[in-house]
């Protein structure tokens, strides 16, 4: 690591020779297979940007010129590069952010870890230099998978407008996102790929004709100025330059010499370009070459020698919900599932090998999913459609005017609800239930362990008229937890000792056992307790508001937003239904999250069960009091 640890900032590199940057990326690779399979993280994506990001900030002057990441999970060989190479507590608390973080370094320009919205950005930054007569210059990278966003497109066409606006995009093509990019983009893109592109022809043939006395020169500036025929023949790079984008490439994306002179020529075109760079996802690391599902898009920690994870965990949620996909696929020759661009995180990858044809991934297009969706159930089917929790954010306006306006009968299954913890703010799923409680006639299931998850999924794919949706968390299931009695449609998963209880708990999803755990401290204050878990928290069951009236507080704890979520819900129908019982809701702040584990973020917010009995405890104590005075008031006439 001789070189690496002697680059403190990206100017060290101008000093370095063609043969250093070439022994740097390989001091590169190696630091990073040995560093991310000690904490987890994104390995094959930052191995195969190792050149590229060296040439990147060879040839522009970061942070004065502006390096923006699409997504940002590949932006590890550019903390390496910006004085950033303590990997030892990688999104760990106290540690590098797994993601481009602004309170890390100025070079961190945007920390958006969704995809498919650098383009947006670039887009703005570009504009506000021009208005401002700055010279900066804004270079934005997006993967060839990103590029099957919507959002890109919409800023591709902006982009395109101004002809004399600089701005340099760089497409970081390895076929993939998670998985292989699919599409119409993602056939063009091979079509380049595989094509002896124009701008190699030309180079090429420069050398010869720089060699032909007289005609030579000229008639190499003739075909470089040749009109978009001869181009489109030699590589069909047409849809990009019908936008009005200026193209150079494919360039080995592995190459520094080569990627160095597109970009320096991208850098002085002075407007927009669009530079296709070649890259091989896990370059470099035989385990990620050879995994085929995703190149070791994600890791957890994993042997270094061999790639194989240091120890496994039990059973899943996503794994759970996958393997009940299959049966009901059997089953029902009416359910389709939808994915965007995730096969495999979010557990369909049995189904696509079951049922080929009866699956679609949309790309990371999130929004069209919906519609798709909406449109599957018009025609008939039954689509699920599984995202990431937060992912669902982008698809509001689509669940509420396509789905459930139209009355389709689509299941959403979000996974990675609730408190995500390493992979920081955008990727907690702390949102959903409280987006989702405006929409009409949605319906959001909210299962306990694995057995609640098969069971509401099946009952959430029997509603042909609404949207429903099922969400569970990240990780192994606990297990399982099983009621002692029911109420309405909900379980009771304790009952009080109590004639008259002090406090009814109101359980959502994962965190019954924390729930029950909570009952279980307030015993032994002498304060007696129902647990209750809903099961479906949206609508509110009719039969909570007579069991809250039977208790003298009610508490409700979930793992979303305390703004607008459950215990919002519960304290409105309670309202509704005229029962006065003190309410206190506990769940997360409406504040982002910094990355840690999700026990270290938990615990942080006081989302733990002693931090809640404690405060429940205090509550009790309070109308106690509040009681014993009334009972000593003297009488008023």
């Not at 044809?357 to 159930?377: F, K």
Request: aromatic share 6%; charged share 25%; with cysteine.
């Amino acid at each position: 690591m001789d070189l690496l640890t002697r680059i403190k900032g990206p100017r060290d590199l101008d000093r370095l020779s063609l043969g250093e940057l070439d022994q740097l990326a390989e001091e590169i690779r190696t630091f990073l297979v040995d560093a991310v399979s000690k904490t987890g993280g994104h390995l094959g994506p930052n191995l195969g940007v190792v050149e590229l990001t060296i040439a990147l900030h060879r040839v522009f002057e970061s942070p004065k010129d502006k390096v923006l990441w699409d997504t940002g999970h590949q932006a590890y060989v550019h903390k390496l590069l910006t004085g950033r190479q303590d990997f030892s507590r990688l999104k760990s608390k106290g540690g590098l952010s797994g993601y481009p973080s602004r309170a890390e370094s100025d070079h961190d320009i945007i920390e958006n870890s969704h995809a498919s919205g650098v383009l947006g950005w670039a887009d703005g930054m570009a504009k506000a230099n021009e208005v401002l007569k700055k010279d900066d210059h804004v270079v934005a990278v997006i993967g060839d998978g990103a590029l099957t966003g919507g959002m890109a497109w919409e800023a591709l066409n902006n982009i395109a407008a101004a002809k004399d606006r600089p701005l340099v995009i760089v497409v970081n093509d390895n076929e993939r996102s998670y998985a292989p990019t699919i599409g119409g983009l993602a056939n063009h893109l091979a079509t380049l790929r595989t094509t002896d592109g124009y701008e190699r022809f030309l180079a090429r043939g420069k050398d010869f004709l720089e060699r032909t006395p007289v005609v030579g020169r000229p008639l190499y500036d003739t075909l470089h100025g040749a009109k978009k025929g001869l181009k489109d023949f030699i590589a069909p790079q047409g849809m990009f330059e019908d936008l009005g984008l200026k193209y150079v490439g494919p360039i080995d994306g592995h190459d520094i010499e080569a990627l160095e002179s597109a970009l320096q020529r991208a850098k002085r075109f002075g407007g927009p370009v669009i530079v296709h760079c070649l890259t091989e996802k896990g370059r470099g690391y035989t385990p990620a070459l050879e995994d085929e599902a995703d190149r070791f898009h994600a890791v957890g920690k994993i042997h270094p020698d061999t790639g194989l994870p240091i120890s496994t965990s039990g059973l899943d949620w996503t794994s759970v919900f996958g393997e009940e996909m299959v049966k009901l696929g059997h089953e029902r020759e009416d359910i389709v599932a939808i994915t965007a661009a995730m096969l495999q995180p979010v557990g369909l990858g049995k189904f696509e090998e079951a049922f080929p044809d009866r699956i679609y991934d949309v790309g990371i297009a999130e929004q069209h999913g919906a519609v798709s969706a909406a449109g599957l159930a018009t025609g008939g089917l039954h689509p699920v459609f599984a995202v990431y929790a937060t992912f669902l954010n982008r698809a509001f306006d689509q669940v509420l005017m396509d789905v459930a306006l139209h009355k389709c009968g689509v299941t959403f299954v979000l996974d990675r609800a609730g408190i995500t913890g390493t992979d920081g703010a955008s990727h907690n799923g702390m949102w959903d239930m409280s987006i989702l409680q405006c929409v009409p006639t949605l319906r959001i299931a909210a299962p306990r362990d694995a057995d609640q998850v098969r069971a509401q999924l099946r009952e959430a794919v029997a509603v042909d008229d609404a949207p429903t949706v099922v969400r569970f968390s990240k990780g192994a299931v606990g297990p399982a937890v099983q009621a002692v009695g029911k109420a309405g449609g909900m379980d009771i998963l304790r009952k009080p000792k109590a004639a008259r209880p002090d406090v009814l708990i109101v359980s959502v999803g994962a965190l019954a056992p924390m729930c029950l755990e909570i009952a279980d401290l307030l015993d032994a204050q002498g304060i007696s307790s129902t647990v209750v878990d809903p099961r479906w928290v949206k609508p509110v069951d009719e039969a909570l508001a007579p069991l809250a009236e039977r208790h003298r507080v009610v508490v409700t704890v979930e793992d979303n937003s305390r703004a607008g979520g459950v215990g919002s819900a519960v304290a409105q129908a309670l309202r509704d239904a005229g029962v006065d019982v003190p309410l206190r809701d506990f769940g997360i702040p409406p504040v982002f999250l910094d990355h840690a584990s999700r026990g270290e973020v938990m615990a942080d917010i006081g989302l733990t069960a002693p931090d809640i009995a404690r405060q429940v405890t205090g509550l009790v104590a309070k109308l106690d009091g509040r009681f014993e005075s009334r009972a000593v008031e003297p009488a008023r006439d």
